[in-house]
Structures are given as C-alpha cells and as structure tokens.
C-alpha cells in the first residue's frame, strides 16, 4: 500500500455506516474521497426521505448500499465490508460513522501505524487513532516501541482484512452499543492487538444537556453544569449488551466485565440524579438488563 501522486492511499477501502443522515454526511465521506479511491456508504433502512443525499454521495463517486431496513451498526458494516471487499480488493477496511469527519493525511497516519508495528513484530488485529475529539484512547501499554490501545471505537477505526479472515464479522445481533468492544477482545483473543496512530478526528460522543435536580439547573463557576448523555433509547443497548459482551467474556476478561458494569452503571446513576428523562431512561436500562440475561438479541427497544 501507498500513497499515489493525487493523494489516495491505496489498499484501502472505506465503509461509511448512515441512518437518517443530514448533509453533513456529504463533505464527511468528501474528506475520505480525496483519500481513499473506494468507499461504499450504506444506508441502514433510513427511508425513501434521503434519497437526494444518497444521490450526492454517488454523483461524488462514493458506492451506495440500501438495506431494506434498519438492521443496526454491526449488520450495516458487514454488508459494506462484503461490498467493498468484492470490488477493490483492499488490504484494509477503514470504518466510519456518518457524523465523523476525517482530515487529510489521516489515513496515511493508520497505516504508518500499521507498518511500523509489522516491522517491530507486531501483526495489528485494528488500527486506532491515540485521540478522538481531543480525548485519548484507553491505553495497552507498548510492545517493542509500539503504543497499543484497549477497546477503540469502530469509526475510524483500521481493520487489516487479514484480522476479517481470522475472526470474522461484526456481532449483528448486537445492533449498536459494544459492536466495537466485542470484536476488539475477540481479536485480542486471537492474538491481534489494537495498534495506535499518532492522529486524531472529531467525532460526536453524545449530547450535553444542563443538569438540573427537581426543575432547578446547577451553576459551577457561574455557569451551569452539563452532563453528557446518551438518546434515551440507547440505555436499552448499552445495558442489553453489557449484559451480553459479559457473559461471553467473563470467563476470559472479568475485571473487564466488572469495570464495564460499573461504569455503565455510575452513569446511569449520574444522568438519573442530573439529567431530564429519568423514568424512560431507567425503563430502558431496566428491560435491557432483563433482556440481556435472557439472551435476547437483536432490535429490541421497540418490543
């Protein structure tokens, strides 16, 4: 792989995931066209209503992939990774979500990254930036001089199609919420270790509300206080999966399991103190724990 006189770096295809998006998608997947020479978009049943931003994202020379209906991140990304490893053959899968937004010369950093671990002995299962949105990525330590990472989130995330072929997939049933952490331990599990790039992008981590208790918002330093949560929704899958992700690695990983419940669980504590939404957010979280030690995967919130 390399980087050609134009700017794309080859061996390199893009999978950029959208559901319902605004026309910011159009100048975030623009940033990875004048990197990139292939990149599928797919559409994860959004609806006919987006059919002109799809359209621009053809006109620009992205592919587009409609799924017939919203079948969640891990469905969405192996259906563009099968796509996208059918036309341009790549050596890498570079995915992304549709509300990050990737400058130039990123690309090249992750694979840097990757050459350089292969070259200290290190065969990178994915490829992480060290910052997302000015905040750092858990850290693994280092091997021979390489910086490795813990858990990294899928959007911008490199994979080798070498890690596709020894462990597979994304887990589908999952829908959202810990996809990300549970293909990062099963390529831990076979060996792969998350490698981090000297880089970093923007992307959305959830949307700051103002605390407020019994109708009153709380000021620090004359302003008020925010708290970040999550769209109420989601409180299903993050403890659904929580519940999920464990019980497979428990055995493997359990000071992981223990530490990932107890951040889940300290959040939900601190939302239900601060931020509007309480009753729905705890029914959610309530029937997604009950769910999860049922089994139960899959779409689910709806039910």
């Known amino acids: ?86 036309g341009s053959r790549p050596a890498y899968i570079l995915t992304v979500d549709q509300d990050s937004y990737l400058p130039q010369g990123y690309i090249r950093a992750l694979h840097d990254a990757a050459v350089a671990a292969r070259a200290a002995g290190i065969q990178p299962g994915l490829v992480s930036p060290a910052r997302i949105q000015g905040n750092p990525v858990k850290r693994a330590g280092s091997r021979n001089g390489i910086a490795l990472g813990r858990e990294p989130i899928q959007s911008g995330l490199l994979i080798p199609v070498a890690t596709l072929d020894a462990i597979g997939g994304f887990w589908e049933e999952l829908f959202i919420d810990l996809v990300d952490t549970e293909y990062y331990f099963r390529a831990l599990d076979a060996g792969l270790p998350t490698v981090l790039a000297k880089t970093e992008f923007n992307h959305s981590l959830g949307t700051m509300v103002e605390a407020s208790i019994f109708g009153r918002t709380i000021d620090v330093g004359g302003r008020p206080l925010k708290v970040r949560i999550a769209a109420t929704w989601r409180y299903y899958y993050i403890f659904r999966n929580r519940v999920l992700v464990g019980r497979r690695y428990a055995t493997r990983n359990p000071a992981w399991v223990a530490a990932g419940i107890w951040t889940d669980l300290r959040h939900l504590l601190v939302v239900t103190l601060l931020a509007p939404g309480r009753t729905v957010r705890l029914s959610y979280a309530l029937k997604g724990i009950t769910d999860g030690f049922r089994g139960r995967s899959g779409r689910g919130h709806e039910n």
């Open 1 to 86: 792989m390399h980087e050609n006189p134009n700017g794309h770096v080859s061996g390199v295809a893009g999978v950029v995931t959208a559901y319902r998006p605004d026309a910011g998608l159009i100048s975030n997947v623009a940033s990875l066209l004048r990197q990139l020479t292939a990149v599928v978009v797919v559409d994860d049943g959004g609806g006919p209503g987006f059919d002109p931003i799809f359209a621009a994202l053809e006109d620009a020379g992205a592919e587009v992939v409609r799924l017939e209906k919203n079948s969640g991140i891990g469905a969405a990304l192996n259906a563009g990774i099968s796509r996208a490893r059918e």
